[in-house]
Each structure stands twice: as C-alpha cells, then as structure tokens.
C-alpha cells in the first residue's frame, strides 16, 4: 500500500511569507502528526491531529498551525516566515493516536528553505 | 531543554564490528523507547523499542540495552555493515507525544 506522501518535497520561500505543507497518511490511518527537524534541534513535535482535532501541541509559536480533514489528509501552514524556519518538516501517520502500541510510519518530508 | 540526550553525535565503525549508541533522560513518566533509523533523503523509520519493564530486547543484528535506574538506553548493531549507515534517533514516549534525540550519524566502513 503506498506509503505517507508529503507535498511538495521541495519549497523556498522569502523571509515574511507564509506556506502550506500537505500530508496525505496511509489509507486507513486516521492519525497524523507533524515534526520540524533540523540538524542542531533533531526532530522536534510539532502537533498531532486525530479525526479532524487537533490533540496535542508542542513548543512552537502561534504561526505554526495545521488542520486535518475528513479524509485524514492533514495540511500544516507557517506564517510569517523568519529564516530559523528553514527546516526539514516531517509527517507521520498512524493508525490511532499517538500511544504506547502505536506504530508512526514517517513521509520523505518537505524541505523548507526560507531565503 | 532536550528531554534525550543522545551520543554520539557521528560514529565510524568497521565492517563487523559493534556500533554502539547512547541515549539518557531524566523524565520518569516516559513508558516506551524506540529507535528511528534514516537513510540520506528518507523519513525515519522505526527499527525496534522496548519498555522500561524490560532490560533487553534483540532483534536480528539490533538489541536495545535498558538501564531503568540509571535512565539511559542504548542501541547495539552487532557486525555492522555498510549497509547500516545511516542516521538513528532514540526516542521516548510520554502522553500523547514522542521526544527525539538528536541523532547519531554512523557509517561503517566496509
């Protein structure tokens, strides 16, 4: 079955701009949580979304949001971007939410570059 | 502030030999460790986790090395092949919400 497609893979993007990431999970999996990874910070958690809810949040500001849909097709946009935004932003899909048996299946990713 | 601390941060080793890889935390409410492993323009992949009730878990040439008191972790990869170079992260599960280390780069040298 094909796997978690992050689009696009490749994105540069001005200082003050903002973009939308797309992240499409595997069939049937219903969780989707997205990651920021760089090479000083590792990844870091950026939200997960179950069911079109947003469940959990981590430690970035408010111009990083996201939204899942009721295909579980997720998307994550960046406003007003600043150049430590550049990154390499990671999807993972699971078939429930994030907990002790679940199993995260990550996508290739998509590489931000804020210029 | 990293929840995991994880080391080293790049490692070279031979063809057959032992890779070793080292993760600590301090937060006690973490219930489950895995290993992520990444190849250059890939996503991680899970490799093998184990929970603080077991000391050791082994799968294939990959064990996991748990030391609950001491709060660290550790990855083996026994004979190691070129193969295996890649990057691997550690990671720790606590609520709704995995923390990674990292990541230690390794490439083994046929």
């Known amino acids: 079955k094909a796997g978690v497609t992050q689009t696009p893979r490749y994105l540069i993007k001005t200082r003050g701009q903002q973009v939308t990431l797309s992240c499409s999970p595997i069939?049937?999996?219903?969780?989707v949580s997205w990651y920021q990874q760089t090479p000083g910070q590792g990844l870091q958690f950026l939200f997960e979304?179950?069911?079109?809810?947003?469940?959990n949040k981590g430690n970035f500001p408010g111009r990083f949001s996201g939204r899942q849909f009721s295909n579980s097709r997720s998307e994550m946009n960046v406003s007003t971007l600043e150049l430590g935004d550049s990154a390499l932003y990671l999807c993972?899909?699971?078939?429930?939410?994030?907990?002790?048996?679940?199993?995260?299946?990550f996508g290739q990713g998509t590489r931000l570059t804020v210029v | 502030q990293q929840q995991v601390k994880q080391s080293p941060q790049s490692l070279i080793v031979q063809k057959g030999g032992i890779s070793i890889i080292n993760c600590a935390y301090e937060?006690?409410?973490?219930?489950?460790f895995p290993w992520y492993q990444q190849f250059p323009g890939k996503g991680p992949a899970l490799l093998i986790a184990i929970r603080p009730d077991v000391s050791e878990k082994k799968e294939g040439r990959f064990t996991i090395s748990f030391n609950k008191s001491a709060k660290q972790f550790s990855l083996h990869i026994m004979d190691s092949q070129p193969g295996d170079s890649a990057t691997y992260f550690c990671?720790?599960?606590?609520?709704?919400?995995?923390?990674f280390g990292t990541g230690t780069s390794l490439t083994v040298i046929p």
């Open positions: 069939s049937g999996h219903r969780s």
């Open positions: 990671a720790a599960h606590t609520g709704n919400q995995f923390y």
């Open positions: 993972a899909s699971s078939l429930a939410p994030t907990g002790l048996n679940t199993e995260a299946f």
């Open positions: 937060n006690t409410a973490f219930d489950y």
């Open positions: 979304y179950f069911s079109e809810t947003q469940r």
